[in-house]
C-alpha cells in the first residue's frame, strides 16, 4: 500500500535526520546529511515532484555534501581543541521549545484547507502559449523568470564575495591546490571514463528540461560536478579566476537572460516577456548559456577562495 | 491529499530537528547543517502544499515546486558562503568557533 | 488599482536592472572599471528614483508592473507607493554619497586589479539593485530571493578587510540572517499553503484571521526581525557595522538595516489591516523599547567610537518599532494612527542620513588619528572641524532636538502616543532621547577638548571628503522642515484606498 510505504520513507528520513543533528563527530554528520539528502529525494518522487527530486539529488545532497565533506575534512584539526559541549539543561530546554514548535506546525499543517487553492490551472492554460510541455520549466523560465534571474544573480554575487575573502596577494588565483594526476592513479582512470558519459548525460538532462523533467540547473549541476571531478583528478586545473574567458563565461548566462528580457520590451511589451511565436525558440537562447554559466558558477562555488596566486 | 500527510507531518519535525541542532550545537559547521535540515523541512512542507494542488493532470501545483528549485539553489549559494567564511576564519584563528570574538 | 501595467510602471524594472547589471558588467570588466561604471551608474540610477516618485505624485496612485506581462498570481508584480518611492530616492541620494565617499579609500588601481576596491564597488551596486528590489516587490518570494540578495551582498562588506574580528562578524551576521531567512520562507509557503498566492495585494483581499494566518505572519516578521537586529536578536549588529570599513558602514546601518523593517510594515499595512493584531502591535513595541534603553544604555559604555555609533543603531532601530502600536487603526481612518505611521518613516529615514553621516565622519576620524577610541580624541575637533560639525548634525537628529528629521519623527510618535493615551511609549522616547544625548555629548565633549599636547594627523584628509559627510548631515538636518502632519506623499497608495479597486 501506498501509505504503508510513505510511512516508511517517512521514517527514514527522520532516523537519518536524527542521526545527523545528533552524531558526535562531524564528519559522521555530513555523511548523514548526504544520504538524508538522497532519502528526501525519494520522497520528492513519491510527492510527484521528479524536478525537485533531480535538485534535490544534485543540489541539496550533492554538491552541498561534497561542500561540507570538504570542509569538515580541513575543520577535523581543531574540532578536537574546541571541547565545548552544550549543557543538560540547554539539551532539556531546547528540547521542549523545539517540540511545541513542531507540535504547533504540525497542527497548522493538518488544519489546511480541505480544498487546497492551486495555480495548476492557470499554468496549464498559458503551457500552449509558451511551447513548453514540463510545467515546472514553464514557470521557472516564463511565468515567474525574474525569480530564476535574480537567483543568477543571486549565485554570481556569492562567488564574487567567496572570492573576496583570499587575502590580498592571492585575488585573482586559482582555487584549490594542484592536483597532480598520477600515471597509475584509480582516480584519473575512473574520471577519464566518467567525465564524457557525465557531461553527456548533463546535456541530456538541460535538453529534455523542456518536456520532462530536467533543466537548466539540474543539467549545469552534473556538468558541474564533472568538471570538479576532472579537477579533483587532475585531468584539468582550476583556472585563475582573474581570467577574462573565465569571468565571461560566468556572466554570459545572464547577460543574455537580461538582453533577451530587454528585448521583450520592444517585441511583446514588457521586460522578460515573449512573443507567442518564439517563446520556445526564446527561452531555449537564454537556458543554453545559462546551463554553461550556471555550471561554472556553481563549480567554483564548491571550489572556494583562490588559494594560488596568478602567475601573470 | 491524504496521501500527503505524511510527508507534512514529517516536514514539521524536521524543523524542529533543525531548529534543536542549531540551538545546542555550538560549532558553526553544525550549524551549518542544522540550517540545511530546517530548509529541507520548509521545501518538503512546500512540496507537500504542491501534492495538495494537482489538477488538470499535474501531478502537483508547478509553481510550489519551480520556487523550491529556486529555493534550493539560493541556500545552496549561502551554505557556500558560510562554508568559505568559517574556513577562512579558522585559518585566521587556529579556532572553530564563535565564542571569542 | 488599476488592472495591468501603469504606464511609467516600466521604470520600476530600471530601478533593479540597472545597478544589477552595474555589478555584473563590474565582474566582466574587472576590478579597475568598476568604480568607473558605479559612478556613471549613480546618477542615473537617482534619475529613475526620482521620475518613479514624480510619476507617483503627478498621477497620485501607485505605478505597477507585471513582470513578463503574466497577471498575478501566476507571475510577478512590481509596485511603488508613496513609501517605495521616498526610499527609492533615500536609497539612491545615500548611495551617491557614499560613492563619492568612498572614492579615496577604494581608488581603482592602475595596474592588476586589486581585491578591495574590485569588491567593494561590486558590491555596493549589488546592495542598491537588492535594496531597490526590496522596495517595490509585490510578491513574497521575489522578496525572498531580494532579501538573500542584500544579505548575501552585505556579508562581504563586513570582512572586507580580512581580519579574524570581521571574519568572525561577518559569519555571525551571515548565520543571524540565513535563521531569519528561514522563518521567512516558512511563514511565506504557509500563506501560499492557505491562500494560493504570495502577491501581496492579492493576499490582502484573501487573508482571514485564522490561526494559520497568525502563524505565517509570526514567522515572517520574526525572520525579519532577525535581519533587523531589534533586541533580542541584535547580538551580530555591533560587530558587524563597526568592523566593517566606514562607507560600507555607512551603507549598513543607514540602509541595508532598513530593508526588513520596510517589509514589516509592507506585511502589517499592506497585508494585513483587516486582522485585528493590537496585542502583537504592544509586542513590537516593548522589543522597540527595549532596544532603545538597552542599545542607548550600552552605547554610552562603549571605548571605540565605530562600536558607540553600532550601538546606537541597535538603539535607533527600536524608535521604528514604537511606530506599530500607535499605527495599528482600530478603524480606518483614525488620526493618530497616520501620524504614528508618518513619524516611523521619517524616522527611518532620517536615521538613514544621521547614521551614514557619523559613521563616515568617525571613519575620517579614524583615519585621521590612526585609532578609534574615544578616550583619545581630545583636539580632533579643531583638527577635522567639519567631520566633527557633522557629527554632531546627525546626533540632533538621533537626540531628537530641532531642527532635525529626527525631532519631526520622535515629535509625531510622542503625539500619537499622548493623543492615543499609550502615554507610556511617550516616555520611552523621552528616556531614549536623554540617552542619545549622552552618547552624543560624550563624544563631542571629547572632540572639543583640548588635547594635552598638540594633535598631529597621521595623514591628511581631505575637504572634499569631509564636506561630502557635511551634506549628508545636513540631509538630516533638512528633513526637519518636513511639516508635522501626515505627508500627502507619503499616504499615496495606503491600503484604505487600494482596497476599494481590487478585482
Same mark, same amino acid.
Given at each position: 500500500m501506498a501509505l504503508a510505504f510513505d510511512i516508511v520513507l517517512v521514517l527514514l528520513i527522520l532516523g537519518v535526520a536524527t542521526w545527523t543533528i545528533s552524531a558526535r563527530d562531524t564528519f559522521a554528520?555530513?555523511?548523514?546529511?548526504?544520504?538524508?539528502?538522497? !532519502?528526501?529525494?525519494?520522497?520528492?518522487?513519491?510527492?510527484?515532484?521528479?524536478?525537485?527530486?533531480?535538485?534535490?539529488?544534485?543540489?541539496?545532497?550533492?554538491?552541498?555534501?561534497?561542500?561540507?565533506? &570538504?570542509?569538515?575534512?580541513?575543520?577535523?584539526?581543531?574540532?578536537?581543541?574546541?571541547?565545548?559541549?552544550?549543557?543538560?539543561?540547554?539539551?532539556?530546554?531546547?528540547? !521542549?521549545?523545539?517540540?511545541?514548535?513542531?507540535?504547533?506546525?504540525?497542527?497548522?499543517?493538518?488544519e489546511l484547507p480541505g480544498k487546497a487553492p492551486t495555480l495548476a490551472p492557470?499554468?496549464?492554460?498559458?503551457?500552449?502559449?509558451?511551447?513548453?510541455?514540463?510545467?515546472?520549466?514553464?514557470?521557472?523560465?516564463?511565468?515567474?523568470? !525574474?525569480?530564476?534571474?535574480?537567483?543568477?544573480?543571486?549565485?554570481?554575487?556569492?562567488?564574487?564575495?567567496?572570492?573576496?575573502?583570499? #587575502?590580498?596577494?592571492?585575488? &585573482?588565483?586559482?582555487?584549490?591546490?594542484?592536483?597532480?594526476?598520477?600515471?597509475? &592513479?584509480?582516480? #584519473?582512470?575512473?574520471?577519464?571514463?566518467?567525465? #564524457?558519459?557525465?557531461?553527456? !548525460?548533463?546535456i541530456h538532462i538541460f535538453w529534455i528540461g523542456s518536456v520532462a523533467p530536467g533543466g537548466e540547473f539540474q543539467g549545469a549541476t552534473i556538468l558541474a560536478a564533472m568538471w570538479i571531478l576532472a579537477t579533483m583528478a587532475g585531468l584539468v586545473d582550476m583556472p585563475a579566476v582573474s581570467r577574462r574567458w573565465l569571468r565571461l563565461l560566468l556572466v554570459a548566462g545572464s547577460a543574455v537572460f537580461f538582453a533577451v528580457g530587454f528585448a521583450g520590451f520592444a517585441m511583446a511589451g514588457a521586460f522578460l516577456a515573449y512573443p507567442e511565436a518564439y517563446a520556445k525558440l526564446l527561452i531555449l537562447i537564454i537556458e543554453i548559456p545559462l546551463t554553461l554559466s550556471i555550471a561554472a558558477t556553481l563549480a567554483l562555488l564548491v571550489a572556494g577562495p583562490p588559494e594560488r596566486a596568478p602567475q601573470e | 491529499m491524504s496521501?500527503?500527510?505524511?510527508?507534512?507531518?514529517?516536514?514539521?519535525?524536521?524543523?524542529?530537528?533543525?531548529?534543536?541542532?542549531?540551538?545546542?550545537?555550538?560549532?558553526?559547521?553544525?550549524?551549518?547543517?542544522?540550517?540545511?535540515?530546517?530548509?529541507?523541512?520548509?521545501?518538503?512542507?512546500?512540496?507537500?502544499?504542491?501534492?495538495?494542488?494537482?489538477?488538470?493532470?499535474?501531478g502537483g501545483d508547478p509553481v510550489p515546486q519551480a520556487l523550491v528549485i529556486t529555493g534550493l539553489v539560493v541556500a545552496f549559494a549561502g551554505t557556500a558562503l558560510a562554508v568559505a567564511l568559517l574556513l577562512r576564519l579558522v585559518d585566521e584563528t587556529r579556532r572553530g568557533t564563535l565564542r571569542d570574538e | 488599482m488599476p488592472d495591468s501595467a501603469t504606464a511609467g510602471g516600466f521604470l520600476l524594472v530600471f530601478a533593479i536592472v540597472l545597478p544589477v547589471v552595474g555589478a555584473l558588467l563590474s565582474l566582466v570588466l574587472g576590478g579597475?572599471?568598476?568604480?568607473?561604471?558605479?559612478? %556613471?551608474? %549613480? +546618477?542615473?540610477?537617482?534619475?529613475?528614483?526620482?521620475? *518613479?516618485?514624480?510619476? *507617483?505624485?503627478?498621477?497620485? $496612485?501607485?505605478?505597477?508592473?507585471?513582470?513578463?506581462?503574466?497577471?498575478?498570481?501566476? $507571475?510577478?508584480?512590481?509596485?511603488?507607493?508613496?513609501?517605495?518611492?521616498?526610499?527609492?530616492?533615500?536609497?539612491?541620494?545615500?548611495?551617491?554619497?557614499?560613492?563619492?565617499?568612498?572614492?579615496?579609500?577604494? +581608488?581603482?588601481?592602475? $595596474?592588476?586589479?586589486?581585491?578591495?576596491?574590485?569588491?567593494?564597488? =561590486?558590491?555596493?551596486?549589488?546592495?542598491?539593485?537588492?535594496?531597490?528590489a526590496v522596495f517595490i516587490g509585490g510578491d513574497l518570494f521575489n522578496l525572498y530571493v531580494a532579501l538573500e540578495l542584500l544579505t548575501f551582498a552585505a556579508v562581504p562588506l563586513v570582512s572586507l578587510d580580512g581580519r579574524p574580528e570581521t571574519l568572525a562578524a561577518a559569519l555571525r551576521y551571515l548565520l543571524f540572517a540565513l535563521f531569519g531567512s528561514i522563518l521567512y520562507l516558512l511563514g511565506?509557503?504557509?500563506?501560499?499553503?492557505?491562500? $494560493?498566492?504570495?502577491? %501581496?495585494?492579492?493576499?490582502?483581499?484573501?487573508?482571514?484571521?485564522?490561526?494559520?494566518?497568525?502563524?505565517? %505572519?509570526?514567522?515572517? =516578521?520574526?525572520?525579519?526581525l532577525a535581519k533587523a537586529a531589534l533586541y533580542p536578536f541584535h547580538l551580530w549588529l555591533p560587530p558587524a557595522h563597526a568592523g566593517a570599513p566606514a562607507p560600507a558602514s555607512a551603507l549598513l546601518s543607514g540602509l541595508v538595516v532598513k530593508a526588513p523593517f520596510f517589509l514589516v510594515v509592507r506585511l502589517w499595512f499592506d497585508v494585513m489591516p483587516k486582522i485585528p493584531e493590537r496585542a502583537a502591535a504592544q509586542v513590537l513595541g516593548i522589543l522597540g523599547a527595549a532596544a532603545i534603553l538597552f542599545g542607548s544604555a550600552v552605547a554610552l559604555r562603549q571605548a571605540r567610537l565605530k562600536l558607540l555609533i553600532a550601538y546606537s543603531t541597535v538603539a535607533q532601530i527600536g524608535y521604528l518599532f514604537l511606530m506599530f502600536p500607535l499605527a495599528i487603526k482600530p478603524e480606518a481612518g483614525h488620526p493618530w494612527s497616520t501620524f504614528a505611521w508618518t513619524g516611523g518613516v521619517v524616522q527611518a529615514i532620517s536615521h538613514a542620513f544621521a547614521k551614514a553621516a557619523m559613521f563616515m565622519a568617525a571613519g575620517l576620524i579614524a583615519e585621521g588619528l590612526g585609532h578609534d577610541r574615544i578616550a583619545g580624541l581630545a583636539g580632533i575637533g579643531r583638527a577635522l572641524p567639519i567631520s566633527v560639525l557633522a557629527f554632531g548634525l546627525g546626533g540632533l537628529s538621533l537626540m531628537g532636538l530641532p531642527p532635525s528629521g529626527g525631532f519631526v519623527a520622535k515629535a509625531m510618535l510622542l503625539t500619537a502616543a499622548v493623543a492615543e493615551g499609550q502615554w507610556w511609549w511617550a516616555l520611552v522616547v523621552l528616556m531614549g532621547g536623554l540617552l542619545a544625548a549622552g552618547y552624543v555629548f560624550l563624544v563631542l565633549a571629547r572632540s572639543l577638548a583640548e588635547?594635552?599636547? +598638540?594633535?598631529?594627523?597621521?595623514?591628511t584628509i581631505s575637504r572634499c571628503r569631509q564636506t561630502i559627510v557635511l551634506v549628508l548631515a545636513l540631509g538630516a538636518v533638512l528633513l526637519g522642515f518636513v511639516p508635522l502632519e501626515p505627508l500627502e506623499l507619503l499616504q499615496i497608495g495606503r491600503p484604505d484606498i487600494a482596497i476599494d479597486r481590487l478585482k
Open positions: 554528520a555530513v555523511v548523514g546529511f548526504i544520504g538524508f539528502g538522497l !532519502v528526501l529525494a525519494l520522497a520528492w518522487v513519491c510527492l510527484a515532484a521528479p524536478d525537485v527530486a533531480l535538485t534535490e539529488a544534485a543540489i541539496g545532497s550533492g554538491l552541498t555534501g561534497g561542500l561540507l565533506v &570538504g570542509a569538515s575534512a580541513r575543520l577535523r584539526r581543531t574540532e578536537t581543541t574546541s571541547g565545548e559541549t552544550p549543557s543538560i539543561s540547554l539539551r532539556l530546554s531546547a528540547g !521542549v521549545v523545539c517540540t511545541f514548535i513542531s507540535a504547533g506546525l504540525a497542527a497548522i499543517v493538518l492557470q499554468v496549464a492554460a498559458n503551457l500552449a502559449m509558451i511551447g513548453l510541455d514540463n510545467p515546472v520549466t514553464a514557470v521557472l523560465m516564463a511565468y515567474r523568470a !525574474v525569480d530564476t534571474l535574480l537567483e543568477v544573480v543571486v549565485l554570481l554575487l556569492v562567488l564574487g564575495g567567496i572570492w573576496s575573502l583570499a #587575502p590580498d596577494h592571492l585575488w &585573482g588565483g586559482s582555487p584549490g591546490s594542484r592536483h597532480l594526476a598520477g600515471p597509475d &592513479g584509480v582516480l #584519473p582512470f575512473v574520471a577519464q571514463l566518467l567525465v #564524457p558519459v557525465g557531461i553527456l !548525460v548533463g | 496521501a500527503a500527510i505524511p510527508y507534512g507531518l514529517c516536514s514539521a519535525v524536521l524543523v524542529g530537528l533543525g531548529l534543536f541542532g542549531l540551538i545546542t550545537h555550538p560549532q558553526p559547521l553544525r550549524k551549518i547543517l542544522a540550517f540545511n535540515l530546517i530548509g529541507s523541512g520548509v521545501f518538503l512542507l512546500f512540496g507537500v502544499i504542491a501534492r495538495r494542488g494537482a489538477a488538470v493532470g499535474f | 579597475r572599471h568598476a568604480e568607473r561604471v558605479t559612478l %556613471i551608474l %549613480i +546618477p542615473a540610477g537617482l534619475a529613475v528614483a526620482v521620475a *518613479i516618485a514624480a510619476s *507617483i505624485w503627478r498621477t497620485h $496612485g501607485m505605478l505597477q508592473y507585471f513582470v513578463g506581462g503574466w497577471d498575478p498570481p501566476l $507571475g510577478v508584480a512590481f509596485r511603488a507607493d508613496g513609501l517605495s518611492a521616498v526610499m527609492l530616492v533615500t536609497a539612491a541620494l545615500l548611495i551617491c554619497g557614499i560613492g563619492l565617499f568612498a572614492r579615496a579609500q577604494f +581608488p581603482s588601481p592602475r $595596474g592588476a586589479e586589486k581585491r578591495a576596491p574590485s569588491v567593494f564597488w =561590486t558590491l555596493l551596486l549589488t546592495n542598491w539593485g537588492a535594496l531597490n511565506a509557503v504557509l500563506l501560499y499553503g492557505v491562500y $494560493g498566492t504570495l502577491d %501581496i495585494v492579492l493576499l490582502a483581499s484573501r487573508i482571514r484571521a485564522e490561526p494559520a494566518a497568525w502563524a505565517a %505572519i509570526a514567522l515572517i =516578521t520574526a525572520g525579519l588635547p594635552l599636547e +598638540p594633535l598631529r594627523l597621521s595623514t
